[in-house]
C-alpha cells in the first residue's frame, strides 16, 4: 500500500531564510508525486509535481523540489521565503484509480 | 471559468439528516473523486469515478453514496449524518490522457453536523 510520511507537524522560519520540508513516501513502481499548499480557509493550490525526467522539478511561487529515490524522498525547498508562504503544506503520492495518498500536512509559521 | 466547482460551500445540519453536496467541473476530464478533510486537516480518498467505475475506499461508511450524472458531475449524498461526519469535502478530477495523474481540486464544502 502506498503512504507519505511528512515527520515535521510543524517548522517556524524567519521571513527570509531558505525552507526545506521533507517527505517521505511508499510506493510500489514509479511514484508519481505532489506537493500542495492549503492557506486557511482555503482549498488545495498545487505547488509542482514529478512523474518522470529530471528529479529537480521547480514549481510556482518560487518553490522546487527534488526526487531522491534511493532515498524514497521529494523534499520541498524555497530559497528564502515570505510571510505570505505560511499555510499548510501536503505532500502526496499516486493517482489514477485509486486516488492520491496525502501526508500529514507540515504547518509552516512565518516569523517577521 | 471556474475548474472544479462545489455546491454549497458551507452545509449546517442536525444529525439523523440527508444531505447532498455538488460537484461540477468544465474541464472535460474523466475521472473524478471526494475526499475528506478532517479536523486535524488530514485528507484521505473517499471515492474516485471514472467511466460508471466506482471505486470506494473501504473505510468510507456505507451512508455516504457517490453519483454521477454525466462525466462532469459527481455528487456526493450522505443518509443519516452523524457528528463525526463533519469535515471538509474535497471534490477533485483528472484526465488518465495527461498521464501525470495531476487533479485539480474544488474549494471544498464544510460540513457542520450538530
Known amino acids: 500500500a502506498q503512504s507519505v510520511t511528512q515527520p515535521d507537524i510543524h517548522i517556524t522560519v524567519s521571513e527570509g531564510a531558505s525552507l526545506e520540508l521533507r517527505c517521505n513516501y511508499s510506493?510500489?513502481?514509479?511514484?508519481?508525486l505532489f506537493w500542495y499548499v492549503q492557506s486557511p480557509g482555503q482549498g488545495l493550490q498545487l505547488l509542482l509535481k514529478?512523474?518522470?525526467?529530471?528529479?529537480l522539478v521547480q514549481g510556482i511561487k518560487g518553490f522546487e523540489a527534488e526526487f531522491k529515490r534511493s532515498q524514497s524522498s521529494f523534499n520541498l525547498r524555497k530559497p528564502s521565503v515570505h510571510w505570505s508562504d505560511a499555510a499548510e503544506y501536503f505532500c502526496?503520492?499516486?493517482?489514477?484509480?485509486?486516488?492520491?495518498?496525502f501526508g500529514k500536512g507540515t504547518h509552516l509559521i512565518i516569523q517577521p | 471559468d471556474t475548474a472544479v466547482s462545489q455546491t454549497p460551500k458551507y452545509l449546517v445540519t442536525q444529525m439523523g439528516n440527508d444531505k447532498s453536496i455538488k460537484c461540477e467541473q468544465n474541464?472535460?476530464?474523466?475521472?473524478m473523486y471526494w475526499y475528506k478533510q478532517d479536523s486535524k486537516k488530514f485528507l484521505k480518498i473517499m471515492f474516485s469515478?471514472?467511466?460508471?467505475?466506482?471505486?470506494i475506499n473501504e473505510t468510507v461508511p456505507n451512508r455516504f453514496s457517490p453519483k454521477s450524472p454525466d462525466k462532469a458531475h459527481l455528487n456526493l449524498h450522505i443518509n443519516s449524518l452523524e457528528l463525526g461526519d463533519s469535515a471538509v469535502y474535497f471534490c477533485?478530477?483528472?484526465?488518465?490522457?495527461?498521464?501525470?495523474?495531476?487533479?485539480?481540486f474544488g474549494p471544498g464544502t464544510r460540513l457542520t453536523v450538530l
Open positions: 469515478y471514472n467511466n460508471k467505475e466506482l471505486i
Open positions: 514529478y512523474f518522470s525526467g529530471d528529479t
Open positions: 477533485a478530477s483528472t484526465t488518465r490522457l495527461a498521464g501525470d495523474n495531476e487533479q485539480f
Open positions: 474541464l472535460g476530464h474523466d475521472t
Open positions: 502526496a503520492v499516486g493517482g489514477g484509480a485509486d486516488g492520491l495518498t
Open positions: 510506493y510500489g513502481a514509479t511514484p508519481y
